[in-house]
């Protein structure tokens, strides 16, 4: 058996603010394996034991670009190390002209983004004078350049720590408007089921099977009440599903709004600034314990 050290416990409570020993229980009862000790936990605890993976760390922003006719844009992260610096006009600047690049040239990825000219220099020289400038690094994290079938609309939120560039066919301007606002409260995974990666399909209906196993349900009833749970899942997660932020019967799905208005979702991308990154946090008291007994030692 895989030995279970403290930093793997440690790991696993911050991804999902389980109690210490039901973390370490899972994690013997998975071998060691991350990923499966999650969803041990998932099935013990509920939904609550994935909670941490959305946290944020990084800090950054994100910047779109959309021109004037509407039919193109882009969205870039760019991510610091710092809230105060992501507020620094340079920095806006900077990740600003990325967009407008981005939108204007269709590189291929970072790379060839920071190949290309940006005041007279490449876009790589223009980033690390800027690291000497503040002082502090940063890094172009992503990006996506989008040729509208439809209008592009964008919104932006929390100083542009949330982005939403969305491609919508027919419809109005404000329908337009509250839908890039919706994504950005909601967020979505994908517009519909088919975009939704099989993985995590076939994770909720192991957890629902398991749940519903521990709960004492037959073993007959197990595959209807998994394919029950995926289906609920998938109007969680698709954009197409939800129901409607700012519906008024609290019951209009955004497929229902966009069914009354004639219109369409073509696609969208949500960029939350720092998600999937984890940045190390000091423990400053444990370091002063470290430090100390170091000291001693000597």
Known sequence: MAEIT?????????KTDAPM???????????????????????????????AASRVAA????????????????????????????KNDDFLAFTKALAE??????????????????????????????????????????FVR???????????????????????????EQMAKDLAMHIAASKPKA??????????????RRIAVEKAREAGKPEAMLEKIAEGTVQKYLKEVTLLGQVFVKAEDGKQTIEQLL????AQVAGFTLYVVGEGIEKKVNDFAAEVAAQAAAAAAR
């Open 191 to 204: 517009l519909d089921s088919s975009g939704v990666p099989a993985d995590l399909l076939d994770t909720e």
């Open 101 to 142: 690049l981005v939108a204007k040239h269709n590189p291929a990825d970072v790379a060839a983004l920071s190949g290309l000219t940006l005041g007279g220099a490449t876009v790589e020289a223009t980033r690390t004078a800027l690291v000497g400038k503040i002082g502090e690094n940063m890094s172009i994290r992503r």
């Open 259 to 262: 069914k009354q208005k004639g």
């Open 6 to 14: 403290a930093s793997m416990v440690k790991e696993l409570r911050e």
């Open 59 to 86: 800090e950054g922003i994100v910047g779109i670009h959309i021109a004037a006719d509407a039919k193109l844009g882009a969205i870039v992260e760019v991510n610091c190390e710092t809230d105060f610096v992501a």
């Open 146 to 172: 989008i040729d509208a079938k439809g209008k592009l609309t964008s919104y932006v939120h929390g100083g542009s720590k949330i982005g939403v560039l969305i491609d919508v066919v027919g419809g109005d």
């Open 21 to 51: 020993m039901e973390c370490k229980k899972a994690l013997s009862e998975a071998g060691g394996d991350m990923a499966k000790a999650e969803e041990i936990l998932r099935v013990k605890l509920g939904n609550k034991a994935s909670k």
